[in-house]
């Protein structure tokens, strides 16, 4: 240590351990034990230097950065990546789920009914030659749909199948109305109001404004818990 100290020293750097500024990687290359370390991270007079540095007391600024960093609240992150979900309408209710829970918005299927089910479970659906449990959301949620789908009815132009899944839990549901991806920041949720339905207030998380309505963002782990034992 004593001999690199002294070819720093004689080299013209300063002894205050900055000699890879001026000798080392970030100076002229000049240092002799570059030959040896390769770079100043590896030379000892490098490591004895931030020693020195973790040693020492911290300046008042520092501390202040730190401190304001760690103390600011999470949502500071969280607002720089906003959420998504997927916006639908059952009935005259505009109701929302996490998009990742949404696999595929499908045009409308022919739903076979299976024997002794009754309930959600509204019969088995095929989406791409898959056959899925196609459950009725809107029972789950105490809504009431819209009047039976119409050839005629240009409502039912609207209609859509939504394939969500959660872990082992792959099931299709009828919507009246799909707006699409939504995207949003923690900050515009509200809470749910105590005039909402019951059922609906149960299975909402929260409430977002969009487009002059109130979405509400329904908890799929919940959502998916009850569909889990009405399969079951």
């Not at 030659?129 to 819209?146: D, F, M, P, T």
Request: glycine share 6%; charged share 20%; hydrophobic share 40%.
């Amino acid at each position: 240590m004593e001999k690199l100290l002294d070819i720093t020293a004689a080299s013209g750097a300063q002894t205050s351990g900055d000699c890879w500024n001026t000798i080392g990687v970030r100076g002229d290359r000049s240092c002799p034990e570059l030959k040896t370390y390769t770079h100043c991270r590896n030379c000892p007079v490098y490591g004895d230097a931030a020693l020195r540095l973790l040693e020492g007391e911290a300046s008042p600024d520092y501390i202040t950065d730190w401190t304001w960093h760690f103390g600011a609240p999470e949502t500071a992150a969280t607002e720089r990546h906003p959420q998504s979900v997927v916006i639908f309408r059952i009935g005259t209710e505009w109701l929302a789920l996490a998009t990742p829970v949404v696999k595929e918005i499908a045009a409308v299927r022919p739903v076979h009914t299976v024997p002794h089910r009754r309930g959600v479970i509204e019969g088995l659906t095929s989406v791409h030659g898959q056959l899925l449990v196609s459950v009725s959301l809107g029972k789950i949620l105490a809504l009431a749909s819209s009047v039976a789908p119409d050839p005629k009815d240009r409502r039912s132009a609207h209609e859509r199948l939504l394939v969500a899944q959660r872990e082992d839990v792959r099931v299709v549901f009828r919507v009246d109305d799909v707006h699409g991806v939504h995207h949003f920041h923690t900050r515009e949720l509200k809470e749910v109001p105590a005039t909402v339905a019951r059922a609906t207030a149960t299975y909402s998380k929260s409430v977002l404004p969009w487009n002059g309505h109130s979405v509400g963002v329904l908890d799929d782990g919940l959502l998916f818990y009850t569909l889990k034992r009405s399969l079951a």
